[in-house]
T-cell receptor, first 111, second 113 residues
Framework: QKEVEQNSGPLSVPEGAIASLNCTYS??????FFWYRQYSGKSPELIMS????GDKEDGRFTAQLNKASQYVSLLIRDSQPSDSATYLC???????????FGKGTSLLVTP | SAVISQKPSRDICQRGTSLTIQCQVD?????MFWYRQQPGQSLTLIAT?????????ESGFVIDKFPISRPNLTFSTLTVSNMSPEDSSIYLC??????????FGQGTRLTVV
């Protein structure tokens, strides 16, 4: 199984600030990663995927993958209270295999 | 994308009874996955269901407790058997699209009393 580690938080940031969420992984063979967001009482939804080393930006979200250091991060710029959720990191599985999620980081954006 | 209809959305059950959760997908998929999410925890994979063969269970989960059916490429059920309060969790089914996005059912919130 591809193991990932996340700080469970909660991570509290003020509205408008940058939220930085981190995930480390143990399998050097992991090539790409997903970030899922899960609101309380809801199912996870994909917000970012990153398939190569470096940064990938999508609106207020930036995913960063550093294979040498084996970490992947998610930056949320101009954080909004609606970003308050749990963020789950998972390496992309081999075809036919399930996602193996980290424990998730709880983010609270305070007005 | 895939749309998954999962039911029931929630249930309160007596200990010692069983509950069957259903997931219907709007397209044919090879693999379906069943997860458990205990309160305040992340998702833990219970088993992988492949049509036409027995489900593959993860460590700590057994078929007698969590029997799974996969009669066709669009449907699967998970039964939580002989329930105890420790089984109170959210149960989710999921399908993937190869190495791209995974899609989840709405979840079943189970409370065992």
């Amino acid at each position: 199984q591809k193991e990932v580690e996340q700080n469970s938080g909660p991570l509290s940031v003020p509205e408008g600030a940058i939220a930085s969420l981190n995930c480390t992984y143990s399998d050097r063979g992991s090539q790409s990663f997903f970030w899922y967001r899960q609101y309380s009482g809801k199912s996870p939804e994909l917000i970012m995927s990153i398939y190569s080393n470096g940064d990938k930006e999508d609106g207020r979200f930036t995913a960063q993958l550093n294979k040498a250091s084996q970490y992947v991060s998610l930056l949320i710029r101009d954080s909004q209270p609606s970003d308050s959720a749990t963020y789950l990191c998972a390496p992309a599985p081999n075809s036919g295999y399930a996602l193996n999620f980290g424990k998730g980081t709880s983010l609270l954006v305070t007005p | 994308s895939a749309v998954i209809s999962q039911k029931p959305s929630r249930d309160i059950c007596q200990r010692g009874t069983s509950l069957t959760i259903q997931c219907q997908v709007d397209s044919q998929v090879t693999m379906m996955f069943w997860y458990r999410q205990q309160p305040g925890q992340s998702l833990t994979l219970i088993a992988t269901a492949n049509q036409g063969s027995e489900a593959t269970y993860e460590s700590g989960f057994v078929i007698d407790k969590f029997p799974i059916s996969r009669p066709n490429l669009t449907f699967s059920t998970l039964t939580v058997s002989n329930m105890s309060p420790e089984d109170s969790s959210i149960y989710l089914c999921s399908v993937d699209q190869g190495d791209t996005e995974a899609f989840f059912g709405q979840g079943t919130r189970l409370t065992v009393v």
